[in-house]
């Protein structure tokens, strides 16, 4: 009771999923979980996911549909966390959009949401949002370029376009924003 697991789901041996009287965490079809992963309480993990080993998901967080998570990569639920202060009316989710990747030993504080196909360098210490297709590493994190969904730099033109050499499509930058044109 309080999961919901779909077909063609693995889950590494060791891994815990964490089930709650006060809602459903749910696991979508195709996705892979590692060894040592922590899933929170009224999560939903989408379609196709690969959670690597040691991925601690923070509870009622929402990671979409091919979402890359790396080894040893946290999802934090409290901003100012004390052992002797309950605190869990303050829980704050993160959302992962659609296409991410987040790099292994990264730390997403809470409230902060990834952008789609967003690509998060291992060790980024993520403590604001996070734009869609945006290059992120350090601590604190820091944007440092644009990504495609192949995952490949963007360079733009001029005109603010750039093209994936390896699937052709076009994307374009307009007030620091970045969209799929074809």
């Known amino acids: 009771g309080g999961v919901k697991i779909g077909d063609n789901v693995e889950i590494g041996p060791y891994s815990t999923i964490r089930r709650s009287a006060l809602g459903t965490t749910v696991i979508n079809m195709g996705t892979k979980i590692g060894s040592y992963c922590n899933i929170g309480h009224n999560c939903i993990i989408g379609k196709n996911c690969l959670l690597t080993s040691n991925v601690i998901i923070a509870g009622s967080s929402i990671i979409e549909d091919n979402v890359f998570l790396g080894p040893s ?20 989710a993160t959302i992962v959009k659609k296409g991410a990747s987040i790099g292994a030993n990264a730390t997403i504080v809470c409230g902060n949401n990834i952008g789609k196909y967003a690509f998060l360098g291992a060790g980024t210490v993520v403590t604001k ?32 376009i750039a093209k994936c050499k390896e699937s052709n499509q076009e994307y374009k930058i307009e007030n620091n924003l970045v969209k799929r044109t074809k």
């Open 129 to 160: 949002e996070i734009q869609d297709y945006a290059l992120v590493v350090g601590n604190p994190s820091k944007q440092i370029g644009w990504v495609n969904e192949y995952g490949h730099r963007l360079e733009f033109d001029k005109l603010g």
């Open 73 to 92: 990569m946290v999802f934090t639920n409290v901003i100012n966390p004390r052992s002797a202060v309950n605190r869990r009316n303050e829980y704050m």
